[in-house]
């Protein structure tokens, strides 16, 4: 139980191009879910938080205007990179946090590197 | 405010040897204390955690982790290590007085590494 998928698992794209990255809880229902961003062999840094049904809270230095999120239901959050660029390539984590829990379960992450 | 430390930035081990990760924390709340691991290009792995109750939490894999208040550490721990335990281990912390939302704040990762 309590999987999060994430899609695509990598994407390759030119630069100014937008990419869309889904995560989906896909035996539980999550009325939170977070984005994260990865460096090499580095921690997870919080990117933003989602609520359903709500606009999603960004961490300090964020641009939301680049890194849109809509989570439109309980089980589907979306991030959108937004005219790429080659210093937005990173690994891209999504979590969930199920209904009434207090542990976020992880996505597989997706790999973007922008050309 | 919440932070997580990981002293180490790698933990070498012998197959069959005790394995250690440390982490300790720092919450003005209560303390909610995760431990995930991490294997290459992959997501992160729920291994156990810590929000009332026994100090001692046994979780997947073999791991457990001893919550200690009074020295604010929250150690994974595996009596015996495998080849296979070789990965990024990452404890995290949530203030569970405080945030309703569930934000986690991570420690920088320790690199396990067990030989044969």
């Known amino acids: 139980g309590a999987v999060v998928s994430q899609h695509p698992s990598w994407v390759i794209c030119k630069s100014g191009t937008s990419v869309k990255i889904e995560c989906r809880s896909l035996?539980?229902?999550?009325?939170?879910m977070f984005w994260y961003r990865q460096f090499p062999k580095q921690s997870l840094m919080l990117m933003a938080t989602?609520?359903?049904?709500?606009?999603?809270?960004?961490e300090q230095g964020v641009e939301k205007d680049k890194f849109l999120i809509n989570h439109a239901s309980l089980t589907l959050s979306t991030l959108t990179v937004t005219s790429a660029h080659p210093e937005d390539s990173s690994f891209y984590i999504c979590?969930?946090?199920?209904?009434?829990?207090?542990?976020?379960?992880f996505g597989p992450g997706t790999r973007l590197t922008v050309l | 405010a919440q932070s997580v430390a990981q002293p180490e930035d790698q933990v070498n081990v012998a197959e069959g040897n005790p394995l250690t990760v440390k982490c300790t924390y720092s919450?003005?709340?209560?303390?909610?204390l995760f431990w995930y691991v991490q294997y290459p290009n992959r997501g992160l792995q729920f291994l156990l955690k810590?929000?009332?109750?026994?100090?001692l939490v046994k979780g997947s894999y073999g791991f457990e982790a001893e919550f200690n208040k009074s020295q604010t550490s929250f150690h994974l721990k595996k009596p015996s290590a495998l080849v296979s335990d070789s990965a990024l281990y990452f404890c995290?912390?949530?203030?569970?007085?405080?945030?309703?939302?569930?934000?986690?704040?991570f420690g920088a990762g320790t690199q396990v590494v067990v030989t044969p």
């Open positions: 919450v003005s709340g209560n303390p909610y």
């Open positions: 995290a912390v949530r203030d569970g007085a405080t945030d309703s939302w569930g934000k986690f704040q």
């Open positions: 810590y929000i009332t109750g026994d100090n």
């Open positions: 035996d539980f229902q999550a009325t939170t």
């Open positions: 989602s609520n359903e049904g709500s606009k999603a809270t960004y």
């Open positions: 979590s969930a946090r199920p209904i009434l829990a207090d542990t976020q379960y």
